[in-house]
T-cell receptor, first 113, second 112 residues
C-alpha cells in the first residue's frame, strides 16, 4: 500500500522556469493538501482541495497554482520559479472531517537558483 | 495572522525524564487538536489527538492536555526515549473548514 506518493523527490530549477509537482494517493481520500516547510516557519498551507474538481487557497498561495482533476491526484504548479520558493514541499491527504488524521508524502526538496 | 503558535523552537531532555511541548491557539472555533511527529527526510506522521470536549487524552507514554479557557494544549512524553527525538507539530482543526494548519514545530532532542 503506497499511501501518498510525491514526484519528484528532488529538483533544481533556474529562476523563471516552471514545473509541476505531482501528489498521488491510493486511499480514496477526499481531502488533499500542499504545504511548504521552511526553517523556523513550520508547515505552511499553500493550497488544499476538499474533493475532486475543487481547490482553495491556504496561507501562502501566491506564486503557486493547483489542480485536482482526478480524486487521487493533486498537482502543484510553479509557473515562474523564484529563489523564495526554495523549500521542502509536502503533500498530504485525509478522509476529511473533524477528527481524521492526515497522511503525508515523503516530501520534495526544491531548490531555485 | 498566526492562529497556532509553538513558542519553543527546541527542547532538550535527558532520557527517562519528562518532555513537555506546548501549543497556543487563538481561534475559539477550533474543536479538535492533533499532534504530529516528524523525523528528518520523512513526512510527518500522526501521534495523538484530543477533542475539545475532553481535557486529557492518554496513549501509552504520550498524553495531551487541553485547557480551552487558556487556548493552550501540551504534549507530555514520559519517560522520554532517544527515539522520540524529532520535530513535533501541533495541528488544530474545526468542523466548519477543510483547512489543516500547523504550528511552527518544536524540535525535541532526548539525550541518552
Amino acid at each position: 500500500n503506497a499511501g501518498v506518493t510525491q514526484t519528484p523527490k528532488f529538483r533544481v530549477l533556474k529562476t523563471g522556469q516552471s514545473m509541476t509537482l505531482l501528489c498521488a494517493q491510493d486511499m480514496n481520500h477526499e481531502y488533499m493538501y500542499w504545504y511548504r516547510q521552511d526553517p523556523g516557519m513550520g508547515l505552511r498551507l499553500i493550497h488544499y482541495s476538499v474533493g475532486e474538481g475543487t481547490t482553495a487557497k491556504g496561507e501562502v498561495p501566491d506564486g503557486y497554482n493547483v489542480s485536482r482533476l482526478k480524486k487521487q491526484n493533486f498537482l502543484l504548479g510553479l509557473e515562474s520559479a523564484a529563489p523564495s520558493q526554495t523549500s521542502v514541499y509536502f503533500c498530504a491527504s485525509s478522509i476529511g472531517g473533524l477528527s481524521t488524521e492526515a497522511f503525508f508524502g515523503q516530501g520534495t526538496r526544491l531548490t531555485v537558483v | 495572522d498566526q492562529q497556532v503558535k509553538q513558542n519553543s523552537p527546541s527542547l532538550s531532555v535527558q532520557e527517562g525524564r519528562i518532555s513537555i511541548l506546548n501549543c497556543d491557539y487563538t481561534n475559539s472555533m477550533f474543536d479538535y487538536f492533533l499532534w504530529y511527529k516528524k523525523y528528518p527526510a520523512e513526512g510527518p506522521t500522526f501521534l495523538i489527538s484530543i477533542s475539545s470536549i475532553k481535557d486529557k487524552n492518554e496513549d501509552g507514554r504520550f498524553t495531551v492536555f487541553l485547557n480551552k479557557s487558556a487556548k493552550h494544549l501540551s504534549l507530555h512524553i514520559v519517560p522520554s526515549q532517544p527515539g522520540d527525538s524529532a520535530v513535533y507539530f501541533c495541528s488544530p482543526s474545526s468542523s466548519n473548514t477543510g483547512k489543516l494548519i500547523f504550528g511552527q514545530g518544536t524540535t525535541l532532542q532526548v539525550k541518552p
